[in-house]
């Protein structure tokens, strides 16, 4: 049971261009969506991060876009430079506590020089 | 500051072998918890540890146990190894969001190989 579903597993882009990865989850209770960045050997480290009460947030050249209603969320980076390969993962959860985050399947990034 | 820290790094065992994943974490995190990660699958959430003392069962909890006798470290212990957990484990630590969830702070992952 895949409570969040991410979209594509792979995906390459020529460099400034725009990287584009989409998740759709089924839990209406969940209500913090953060993304994390993988490199190789590496544990995963927060990116950015919504709340459902906003529909976009923006940081630097990673920006969030939240559709409530179709609940669905995606991560857009602009410009994208080879330095941002990587593999990147969504979550959800619910509550301020312990976050026990259910993670997308991933999408390993790469973008070509 | 060394953050979080998994050890061992590599580890091959034989069906039947157990072991123990040490993790510790030097940010004086309350919450601590453990992850693997299969290819296409993400990461999925085993145990976690709300403090010193407590843990509780997360999404795959099945043949594994943990401990947290102390609240920098949380060990996570395969009695009896079996080739589906194959996998690469990952610790991460979190504090207690104050306005909004506080991130996940993650170690490099320990990779294990049942044979």
């Known amino acids: 049971q895949q409570q969040v579903k991410q979209s594509p597993q792979s995906l390459i882009v020529q460099k400034g261009g725009i990287s584009i990865i989409n998740c759709a989850y089924e839990n209406t209770a969940f209500d913090y969506f953060p993304w994390y960045q993988q490199f190789p050997g590496k544990g995963p480290a927060l990116l950015i991060a919504i709340r459902p009460d906003v529909s976009e947030k923006k940081e630097g050249r990673f920006t969030i876009s939240f559709n409530k209603s179709a609940k669905q969320f995606s991560l857009h980076i602009m410009d994208s430079q080879p330095g941002d390969s990587a593999t990147y993962f969504c979550?959800?959860?619910?509550?301020?506590?312990?976050?026990?985050?259910?993670f997308g399947q991933g999408t390993r990034l790469t973008i070509n020089p | 500051n060394a953050g979080v820290t998994q050890t061992p790094k590599f580890r091959v065992l034989k069906t039947g072998q157990s072991m123990t994943l040490l993790c510790a974490q030097d940010m004086n995190h309350e919450y601590m918890y453990w992850y693997r990660q299969d290819p296409g699958m993400g990461l999925r959430l085993i145990h976690y540890?709300?403090?010193?003392?407590?843990?509780a069962k997360g999404e795959v909890p099945d043949g594994y146990n943990v401990s947290r006798l102390k609240k920098q470290n949380f060990l996570l212990g395969l009695e009896s190894a079996a080739p589906s957990q194959t996998s690469v484990y990952f610790c991460?630590?979190?504090?207690?969001?104050?306005?909004?969830?506080?991130?996940?702070?993650f170690g490099n992952g320990t990779r294990l190989t049942v044979t």
């Open positions: 540890s709300v403090g010193e003392g407590t843990t």
């Open positions: 979550a959800a959860s619910m509550g301020w506590g312990a976050q026990k985050l259910v």
């Open positions: 991460a630590s979190s504090y207690p969001g104050q306005g909004a969830p506080s991130p996940l702070h």
